[in-house]
């Protein structure tokens, strides 16, 4: 492998260690402001959806062990025995049932906690897709700095969430994630102005 590939390999990882970060920081709030008591399993979620991005695993094969992450976690907070007796599918299924008529319905408080955690886990898939999206394809963070600085210091205003701490740890991390990229399109721009030209055969 060479020098350069390990390069891009690492700083690739730098910068989903730091977009890690940034998501965590949307976490930290919902424990302290809910009655969320499990908020490792959405945070084991995130490292592991960051974990398939960054191997670049099939979206095929990476839905597959997503998919199967949230219904053994969703299984583990809300049902009782084995998850592979598969008898608690049918509960699943008839919960679904019952919050789809109640979306339906527009009775949004009456929602059970199973798909509001179900619906929480999907929130977390789609962040981390535009994540990898935003550090990886566009090369842009900016605007998800931003909203996540907005968030935080919304809630330090109106709740009794103390954010301080977390304003400073987004700042850091936001900054460093766009000095990688900021440097890294640089060299890009550079790779292309020195690439010799094409020398004419004969």
Known sequence: MSSLKVQKDLTSFLLYVLGFFLLWEWLRPVEELTD??????????????????????????????????ILYELHYLYFEGSFFQFSWLSLFASDMVHNFALIADRDWPGMTNLFRSLLFFILLWLMTYLIQYWLINRRRIFIFFFMTLIYITVLDTFTPYEADAAIVRTVIAGFAVMGILTFNRLLDQEGLKKKPPCRANG
């Open 36 to 69: 969320t008591s499990n908020v490792i399993v959405f945070l084991m979620f995130l490292i592991l959806s960051l974990l398939l991005a960054f191997f670049g695993v099939s979206p095929v094969l990476s839905g597959f062990i997503k998919v199967l992450y």
